[in-house]
């Protein structure tokens, strides 16, 4: 009891323990500087007011930390939002076997955590004739596709009118330029009133400490997307903003065996995904909401 | 500045001061208090995981008890409307009980949101101006503001009407009624905001309803005046303090008339859920009849409606309703049954099915039960000691020993 206590309070009082020591030896030398890092990062601002230094700074401590936590080089990236650029998302209906390879692959690059087997992707089973996700399965697990049925794959939709931003009371998620829906993991306080706002259950939460073996983490990561999150906090999918931005695919979309994903910029009047919506009967889920998802079902 | 001093020692001296049943109560609630802790600081280390909650029912027990506490921190109102706006002088000795439970009531409401939050540490975030205050998009901001006012409100009104009692002097009503008025007003919007909260939820149909609003305002004045007719009624019985029984049976008019409109508005909801079966009707299947073989909640809650038909129908009748011993199981009935609708009937529905269709019910855990009851402990204590030196005060026992008290001391 007294240890719990004692956990709890010195998790409160966050470098408080550093002033009462007495000669200074390496190791002190050492916490100390974690300490004031710690200070720092707990006295920031919230990531979408700072200024550019600040959030070089930020980045770089982040980057710092993480080499600490995880045996190997990590490279943290702050990239913005490119003029020009809006990123949206069409899903096959027609296509998709329901093989869940997108589902895997979103889950090494984004770093979930593995302990509780967190996913963005959403997969649900449903059979043909009808379109009622109450009465589809997310489940299954076959690897052939059985007859009749068909797979419906959901994520976050990176609404243009998104509720989850609307309710938080910290603005601790925000819509960026090129339209992807981030969150700032080290203010959100962890009151999941957007995990209830979302209507395509796209948010996760960190019910524990995630937890992934340094041989799985992808190192490859962005202050907005990827980063390791804490326990406490929300996440989602952010079409891989770590890639997306770098002009790569999500993920998802690479992994996919049957090509069911397209992804691009929805400014760009040649990219595929325009081509789609110019040119498939498309459709949104729950449009009705009036979230104005950027993620359009179709079928060939 | 030094009455005031003395004022308060003089207050917290009366507060811990007592016989020996006293002080066992106090104990009780005092240990109650630390295993609360104990259990949250369990769920501070290992964090929510700890909890029955999961990604698809992300908000449980605690949650529900903020919204149901809130309605019995606006329901204080009802007494105060009356005696401070109307001069009803029947009221006017209930009144700072019922602002001592508001007040109570609000604190537990407040360590229930924030024992729900991951990262309570930072929920410095939410100072306006420190932080990042989302005003007034996010309707849990507009929830802090009305909660921390109507905090506010019911302890400077009580605290200066007592104080001015401490110093042998009646106030000037001009220096608190403009403040009383106000909080009737606020009584209704703290309440209607927490509906919103929920109401403002497309997403989850089961509350994305223009119902909901009234529906918590029937249901508060309701549960929140039952439970102070029997705080009432206590102090009665053990002769603490002077209650007439016309105080009571006013009281218990209160809240007949609101357990009525509540039940009125509960076979509408009931109405429009059944009469025609939408997708948008499935949590009220799963609360009340189950889904796919997922029914953790129907049992409690047919319970609960069945014990609120009837208590309803024992306080209609006045025969029934003004007899004491019957007035009092009733109130016990209807306070349990509104607790039961409106905190997890209410909250864990809204989940269930998630907006992907699929059921994953929700119990709490045991972490969740301790905590709970180490934030009612807090919450009994508070009223305790408030109300321990409120009736002190009021009934002349308690004043500053230069003035003679307003009142005489009564023979208790």
């Given at each position: 009891m007294v240890k719990g206590l004692a956990v709890g309070a010195a998790a409160i009082g966050v470098g408080a323990g550093v002033m009462a020591s007495g000669t200074i030896t390496e190791q002190d030398q050492k916490e100390r500087e974690m300490s004031g890092d710690e200070f720092d990062g707990y006295f920031k601002k919230n990531y979408r007011v700072m200024t550019e230094s600040e959030r070089q700074a930020t980045i770089a401590r982040f980057e710092l930390k993480a080499r600490e936590r995880y045996s190997k080089a990590i490279h943290m990236s702050g990239s913005l939002a490119e003029a020009g650029v809006l990123f949206g998302y069409a899903f096959n209906l027609s296509r998709c076997n329901g093989s869940r390879k997108c589902v895997q692959a979103c889950v090494e690059e984004n770093n979930q955590d593995r302990a509780t087997d967190m996913q963005y992707i959403r997969m649900i089973e449903m059979e043909k004739g009808t379109f009622d996700v109450e009465h589809g399965t997310a489940d299954y697990d076959h690897v052939e596709v059985p007859d009749g049925k068909f797979f419906f794959g959901t994520q976050c939709h990176q609404c243009e009118n998104p509720p989850c931003v609307k309710v938080c009371p910290v603005g601790a998620t925000w819509k960026e330029n090129d339209g992807i829906v981030v969150i700032d993991y080290d203010w959100c306080v962890g009151c999941r009133y957007c995990q209830a706002a979302c209507p395509y259950f796209a948010r996760r939460f960190n019910w524990?400490?995630?937890?992934?073996?340094?041989?799985?983490?992808?190192?490859?990561?962005?202050?907005?997307?990827?980063?390791?999150?804490?326990?406490?906090?929300?996440?989602?999918?952010?079409?891989?903003?770590?890639?997306?931005?770098?002009?790569?695919?999500?993920a998802c979309v690479e992994a996919c065996p049957t090509g069911a994903r397209i992804f691009g910029n929805l400014l760009d009047p040649e990219s595929e995904i325009r081509n789609i919506l110019a040119n498939k009967k498309v459709f949104r889920f729950k449009e009705e909401l009036g979230t104005e998802p950027k993620f359009w079902y179709f079928m060939d | 500045m030094r009455i005031l001093l003395r004022f308060i020692?003089?207050?917290?001296?009366?507060?811990?001061?007592?016989?020996?049943?006293?002080?066992?109560?106090?104990?009780?609630?005092?240990?109650?208090?630390?295993?609360?802790?104990?259990?949250?600081?369990?769920?501070?280390?290992?964090?929510?995981?700890?909890?029955?909650?999961?990604?698809?029912?992300?908000?449980?027990?605690?949650?529900?008890?903020?919204?149901?506490?809130?309605?019995?921190?606006?329901?204080?109102?009802?007494?105060?409307?009356?005696?401070?706006?109307?001069?009803?002088?029947?009221?006017?000795?209930?009144?700072?009980?019922?602002?001592?439970?508001?007040?109570?009531?609000?604190?537990?409401?407040?360590?229930?949101?924030?024992?729900?939050?991951?990262?309570?540490?930072?929920?410095?975030?939410?100072?306006?101006?420190?932080?990042?205050?989302?005003?007034?998009?996010?309707?849990?901001?507009?929830?802090?503001?009305?909660?921390n006012g109507y905090l506010g409100l019911n302890l400077l009104i009580p605290f200066w009407i007592l104080f001015n009692h401490y110093r042998g002097k009646k106030p000037n009503p001009k220096t608190y009624l403009p403040f009383v008025v106000l909080s009737v007003f606020w009584a209704v919007a703290i309440h209607m905001t927490t509906a919103f909260l929920y109401a403002g939820l497309p997403a989850r149909p089961f509350w994305n309803s223009s119902l909901l609003g009234p529906r918590f305002l029937a249901s508060?004045?309701?549960?929140?005046?039952?439970?102070?007719?029997?705080?009432?009624?206590?102090?009665?019985?053990?002769?603490?303090?002077?209650?007439?029984?016309?105080?009571?049976?006013?009281?218990?008019?209160?809240?007949?008339?609101?357990?009525?409109?509540?039940?009125?508005?509960?076979?509408?909801?009931?109405?429009?859920?059944?009469?025609w079966p939408t997708h948008h009707s499935s949590s009220a299947r799963y609360l009340f009849f189950g889904l796919d073989g997922h029914h953790a909640l129907t049992s409690t809650i047919w319970a609960a409606v069945i014990i609120n038909l009837v208590a309803?129908?024992?306080?209609?009748?006045?025969?029934?309703?003004?007899?004491?011993?019957?007035?009092?199981?009733?109130?016990?009935?209807?306070?349990?049954?509104?607790?039961?609708?409106?905190?997890?009937?209410?909250?864990?529905?809204?989940?269930?099915p998630s907006p992907l269709g699929e059921v994953v019910e929700y119990f709490p855990s045991t972490i969740e039960l301790m905590v709970a009851m180490g934030i009612l402990c807090l919450g009994l204590g508070v009223f305790t000691v408030l109300s321990k030196a409120a009736v002190a005060i009021e009934t002349g026992r308690l004043c500053h020993p230069d003035v003679k008290p307003l009142s005489p001391p009564q023979e208790t």
């Open positions: 524990q400490e995630p937890s992934i073996a340094d041989e799985e983490v992808n190192p490859d990561q962005h202050i907005l997307g990827n980063q390791v999150r804490s326990k406490g906090v929300m996440e989602k999918c952010t079409f891989c903003i770590q890639r997306s931005r770098e002009g790569q695919n999500p | 020692t003089d207050g917290l001296k009366e507060a811990f001061s007592g016989s020996r049943l006293y002080f066992c109560w106090l104990g009780l609630l005092l240990s109650g208090l630390l295993l609360g802790g104990y259990a949250y600081c369990h769920q501070f280390r290992y964090g929510l995981q700890v909890t029955g909650m999961s990604d698809h029912v992300s908000w449980g027990f605690y949650i529900s008890n903020f919204t149901f506490l809130v309605g019995v921190a606006a329901a204080a109102v009802m007494l105060v409307l009356p005696t401070y706006i109307l001069k009803d002088m029947d009221f006017s000795k209930a009144v700072l009980l019922g602002e001592a439970v508001a007040v109570s009531a609000l604190i537990m409401a407040l360590c229930f949101v924030t024992v729900d939050m991951g990262g309570p540490e930072r929920l410095w975030h939410l100072i306006p101006g420190l932080g990042y205050f989302n005003w007034p998009q996010s309707l849990l901001t507009w929830d802090v503001v009305v909660l508060a004045f309701a549960g929140g005046p039952a439970l102070i007719i029997l705080i009432l009624g206590f102090f009665r019985s053990f002769k603490i303090y002077d209650i007439k029984a016309d105080t009571l049976n006013k009281l218990a008019l209160i809240t007949t008339g609101a357990a009525q409109v509540n039940l009125i508005m509960l076979a509408s909801e009931l109405f429009k859920e059944f009469y309803t129908v024992v306080l209609t009748i006045n025969p029934l309703r003004k007899r004491l011993w019957i007035l009092f199981p009733t109130c016990i009935a209807l306070f349990g049954a509104i607790y039961v609708e409106k905190g997890l009937g209410l909250v864990v529905p809204g989940f269930i």
